[in-house]
């Protein structure tokens, strides 16, 4: 896990973020905010994904995650989240010179 953020020269700690590049970055800022649907949609899904890779290590018990959904609710956002999942695997994979090899650090 990062514990500095890479995106300034500040390079603040994540617990103290300082810049919404930062925020950003993480995953941090606030869904609520305006701006289209689908901005708000995506910054969701980031802070969501942000939380499970950043707070969910081997072995972790899951089921805290999902026990304000019913079941029903829990079947249709596993079935959406394939569907989203099987289109952007069809999508070209953009290039991320920073991190090399085109992948991010934690990913290779």
């Known amino acids: 896990m990062e514990k500095n953020c890479p995106c300034c ?3 603040c700690p ?3 973020l300082s810049c919404g590049e930062g925020r950003r970055h993480f ?3 606030d869904a609520r905010r305006e701006g289209a649907p689908e901005e708000r949609m ?3 899904l980031r802070r969501c994904g942000h939380f499970l890779h ?3 290590g081997p072995g972790a ?3 805290p995650l999902t026990e304000a959904l019913s079941a029903e609710e829990r079947a249709t956002l596993e079935k959406l989240l394939e569907k ?3 289109h952007w695997e069809t999508l070209p994979q953009p290039e991320h010179p920073a ?3 085109g992948r991010h650090p934690h990913h290779r």
Do not use: Y
């Open 14 to 16: 994540v617990e103290k």
């Open 42 to 44: 995506i910054m969701l």
């Open 54 to 56: 950043h707070s969910m």
């Open 27 to 29: 995953g941090m800022e």
């Open 99 to 101: 991190h090399g090899e």
């Open 9 to 11: 020269d500040r390079h």
């Open 84 to 86: 989203c999942l099987k």
């Open 61 to 63: 018990n899951a089921a």
